[in-house]
Structure formats: structure tokens, C-alpha cells
């Protein structure tokens, strides 16, 4: 049974830095490509940030320069770096394959940047 656990979320300030971890159990670490999603109030899901097997990266627009996805294949868990964080960062975020598949959406954890 394939299960994604997200975890790091928190309160922080703009400019704040946070880094969100994603445990992936199952047989689907080695196999997929695997991305970061987000979900802010009112607003369908978005992929942020994907990274490969071999731990090539790359990066939705708003995000990229201030973010980093990274993986650790020995743990089964991909991680993204967030740095300089906006109040526009505020969401949900999860991990997922990519392409997504509905089975595999996890409970994600909250991000707010606020004052």
C-alpha cells in the first residue's frame, strides 16, 4: 500500500525560510517522478517543484530561486527547501507523483507566512 506523509509545515514570517519533508512508503519511490503540489484558499492545486530519480529539479515560476527539492533515496523521502517566503506561499502543501494520481493524496501539511 503506497502512503505519503507530508510533515514541516508552520507559521513564518515573510522572508522566513521552512522545510517540508514527505516520507513516501510503497514501491513507487523508485520508480516515479515525484512533485511538490500546493493548494491556497480558492484555488485549485498547483505543481511547485518535480524532481527525478537521478534528482534532477525544476521549478514553477513564483517559486523558483527561493525553492529546492531534494531527495533522499536510502529514507524514501523527498524534501523541499523554502526560502525567502512570501504571504502568497500560504497553502497546503503536498507531495505526489507526477503526473498525480488521486490514491496517493496525502493530508499535506500547512504553510501560512503571515506577520
Known amino acids: 500500500q503506497v502512503q505519503l506523509v507530508e510533515s514541516g509545515g508552520g507559521l513564518v514570517q515573510p522572508g522566513g525560510s521552512l522545510r517540508l519533508s514527505c516520507v513516501v512508503s510503497?514501491?513507487?519511490?523508485?520508480?516515479?517522478?515525484m512533485g511538490w503540489y500546493r493548494q491556497a484558499p480558492g484555488k485549485s492545486r498547483e505543481l511547485v517543484a518535480t524532481?527525478?530519480?537521478?534528482?534532477?529539479?525544476n521549478y514553477e515560476d513564483s517559486v523558483q530561486g527561493r525553492f529546492t527539492a531534494s531527495r533522499d533515496n536510502a529514507k524514501n523521502t523527498i524534501y523541499l527547501q523554502m526560502n525567502r517566503l512570501e504571504p502568497e506561499d500560504t497553502a497546503v502543501y503536498y507531495c505526489?507523483?507526477?503526473?498525480?494520481?488521486?490514491?496517493?493524496w496525502g493530508q499535506g501539511t500547512q504553510v501560512t507566512v503571515s506577520k
Open positions: 505526489n507523483t507526477v503526473p498525480s494520481k488521486d490514491e496517493y
Open positions: 524532481i527525478t530519480l537521478g534528482g534532477s529539479t
Open positions: 510503497g514501491n513507487i519511490y523508485s520508480i516515479y517522478r
